[in-house]
């Protein structure tokens, strides 16, 4: 028998519709397949730097899923990016360059006929001044899946740029928040896919589309802020330096009796009022302060203290508190403060396990990771930054080093610096100075690293599913 020669014949309908039939190689007529509406009402808008949102209206009766296609800068012909089922409505385009024009269309699928596009519709990415880093993967197999997400800050204009931005595996930049302001102490992935940055004298909450939805401006903040599992806010504050303080003294004066407040306190983010407060001035004598750090002043003020971390326990309802310049390790009880015991330089145990150290981060039971800076550590030797993993026992008074990160290459963060343990074992390290984010393994070998061009650098590095 000789078979039958399926011929497909379609033309357009005035609306835009798909209007398919079929026709046998007798001539006949076969069943029409059911048009297809063209969607309208294409809208879009740029995401930041790196993104594009891409919505459409569906005239299909719900029936329609979408196929969205692109062409970028200096390409001729589109290209499908991505798909989207039938009741969606919205595609979120990531991956992009900045300051860059990108043309869209949407094409509406039913049972894997197509429609014709839409009209093209124009999308420029916003402007960045921040060059993309360059990165290197040594071990692809050994790397911690995820995005690192960063904050961006440029050391030689920190009242200029507010920057969070995220990389990939493959080394692209995906997502990319950028702002003219303070620099960013402070940037906490949330369970919901927002992103918690505290920057300058407020601390905001920006979403998945680099749009901000929350803020705390009537509390100046600063290096750590954290969201409590009740909903409030856990962050340090320093009440003698702020936008509304009054200074007591002209620059230049030495006067190590004007010293820096320090405060660990507990905010309201809804009536932005906070509920309750430690003083550090309370807890800590005078004359404990490090001489070398009185020289140092901050906003007219000797910076005597330095907090720069807190985490709550809040099974134990235990505080965990980084004062810098007194090189320890606090707990507290909380809410009232009592403190519990004290690890590092003149404290309980711990003494010249680490100097001038930021965010310990604690890994398990009796485990703490510190990111050593090294400054003010031994006057006779090269300075030198490292990662230490600390085992403590508080009832034996005993600390002890387990764990060490300190190159190759040896590298000297002596501010800012980060370091945080992944899901695999390796280790994230945020060597500041150095420019760069990199991730070693237990035996202490980098399996990729991320490096900033100067004068940019990160202070916090975190590895977080893929959230976009």
């Given amino acids: ?7 497909a014949t379609c033309a357009v309908a005035a609306l835009g519709a798909a209007t398919c039939g079929r026709t046998d190689g007798a001539g006949g007529q076969g069943a029409a397949v059911q048009a297809v509406p063209v969607p309208d009402g ?8 790196r993104g594009a949102e891409i919505g459409w209206r569906d005239r299909s009766g719900g029936t329609a899923g979408a196929a969205i296609e692109r062409r970028g800068p200096g390409e001729t012909g589109w290209r499908r990016v991505g798909e989207r089922p ?30 014709a596009p839409t009209i093209p519709l124009e999308v420029r990415t916003g402007y960045s ?33 507010t920057a969070v931005m995220a990389v990939d595996e493959a080394g692209d930049v995906v997502w990319q928040f950028e702002d003219a302001g303070l620099v960013v102490t402070e940037t906490e992935p949330l369970a919901n896919g927002e992103t918690l940055v505290q920057r300058g004298f407020s601390t905001i909450v920006v979403d998945e589309r680099c749009d901000l939805v929350d803020a705390v401006t009537k509390v100046y903040v600063h290096h750590d802020v954290d969201v409590l599992p009740w909903g409030n806010m856990l962050a340090i504050t320093s009440p003698s330096i702020g936008p509304d303080s009054a200074w007591t003294r002209p620059h230049g004066v030495p006067d190590p009796a004007v010293r820096t407040q320090e405060e660990v306190v507990e905010i309201d983010p809804v009536t932005q009022e906070v509920v309750n407060t430690i003083l550090f001035d309370d807890l800590v004598p005078r004359e404990h302060a490090c001489d070398a750090c009185l020289g140092g002043w901050l906003f007219n003020h000797a910076d005597w203290l330095h907090l720069n971390a807190v985490d709550l326990d809040p099974e134990e309802m235990a505080l965990y508190v980084s004062v810098r310049n007194l090189d320890r390790i606090y707990r507290l009880s909380y809410p009232d403060g009592e403190i519990e015991w004290v690890m590092g330089d003149g404290g309980d145990f711990g003494e010249g396990l680490f100097s001038h150290q930021h965010n310990p981060t604690r890994i398990g039971e009796g485990r703490m990771l510190v990111f050593d800076n090294g400054l003010h550590a031994d006057w006779l030797a090269l300075s030198a930054s490292r990662v230490v993993e600390i085992e403590y026992d508080p009832e034996a008074g005993a600390a002890r080093i387990v764990w060490q990160y300190d190159g190759p290459p040896a590298f000297f963060t002596e501010v800012m610096g980060d370091a945080s343990r992944l899901e695999n074992g390796n280790t994230l390290v945020v060597d500041s100075l150095g420019h760069r984010i990199v991730e070693v393994s237990p035996g202490g070998l980098p399996v990729m690293e991320i490096r ?16 976009l």
């Fill in 1 to 7: 028998m000789r078979a039958k020669l399926i011929m």
């Fill in 42 to 49: 294409v809208v879009g808008r740029p995401l930041g730097v």
């Fill in 86 to 115: 039938a009741g969606t409505y919205e595609w979120l385009d990531w991956g992009l360059e900045p300051d860059s024009t990108y043309s869209y269309r949407v094409v509406a699928l039913v049972d894997g006929v197509a429609s």
């Fill in 129 to 161: 001044e921040i060059p993309d880093p360059v990165v290197e993967v040594f071990d692809a197999r050994a790397v911690s899946p995820g995005v690192t997400l960063f904050d961006v800050v440029d050391r030689e204009q920190l009242t200029s740029l």
């Fill in 452 to 467: 900033l061009a100067p004068p940019y650098i990160a202070y916090k590095a975190h590895r977080v599913p893929w959230f």
